[in-house]
Structures are given as C-alpha cells and as structure tokens.
C-alpha cells in the first residue's frame, strides 16, 4: 500500500509561482513511476496527465501547455514529489493530484489515469487576473 497526500494548493494571481507537494509513505521503494494529474472545475470534466516522473531513471515527461513552466521532481529520500507551477494561467485552474504506480511496466511514458495504482485526495489551485 502507498497513501499519498497533496500540499500547497491555494489561489494566485496570473504569472505567479507555487509549488505543491505530495507527500508518499507506505511502500514508497515499491513506485515504479509518479505523476501529475488535474481536473478542471465541473462534476463532468476529466482527469488529465500534466506531469510524470520516472522512479529508475528521474525523466520526466509534461503536457505540451505546461512544458517550459512546470517541474516535477522528487526528494532525495523519495518521500515528496514536488510540482513547481511557474507564470501560471487561469488554464491551469484545477484540482490536482499526485499518482503513483505499483505495478511494473516497460519504462515508457505514461500518462493516462488507468496506468496509476494510488491517488491523493487533491489540492486546490485557483488563478485569477
């Protein structure tokens, strides 16, 4: 089992910087990859892939409409995995949770919600003008 728990959602202003956590514990040696997702405001809308982290080898893949102004990365204990949203835009308006998976896997890129075994209950993050 892994619990993951995110951090530092909040409201901002377009063009400013925040940096969420997710905090892993539990059979953290176990992850295989972590990632990124959000979902937009309405009961409706979809989970999306916005970032994932690689656990062998620390790559790390983004969205197109975030490269360039997001980061993920992780702790050298393993236990955080870190968010940095730069010059952010009311697009990026959204709760977002962290995954992670357990299960083995060829080492591709993945970014699809089914590819991930455990999830956190979410942050908050609202940009205005």
């Known amino acids: 089992q892994v619990q993951l728990v995110e951090s530092g959602g909040g409201s901002v202003h377009i063009g400013d910087s925040l940096r969420l956590s997710c905090s892993i514990s539990?059979?953290?040696?176990?992850?295989?990859?972590m990632a990124w997702f959000r979902q937009a405001p309405g009961s409706d809308s979809e989970r999306f892939f916005v970032?994932?982290?690689?656990?062998?080898?620390?790559?790390?893949y983004y969205r197109d409409s975030v490269k360039g102004r997001f980061t993920t990365s992780r702790d050298k204990a393993g236990n955080i995995l870190y968010l940095e949203m730069t010059n952010v835009r009311p697009d990026d308006t959204a709760v977002y949770y962290c995954?992670?998976?357990?299960?083995?896997?060829?080492?591709?890129?993945?970014?699809?919600?089914?590819?991930?075994?455990?999830w956190g209950q979410g942050t908050q993050v609202t940009v205005s003008s």
């Open positions: 970032a994932v982290l690689k656990s062998s080898d620390g790559e790390t």
């Open positions: 539990g059979r953290t040696a176990s992850v295989n990859a």
């Open positions: 995954a992670a998976r357990t299960r083995g896997y060829g080492g591709e890129y993945i970014t699809n919600t089914y590819n991930f075994d455990y």
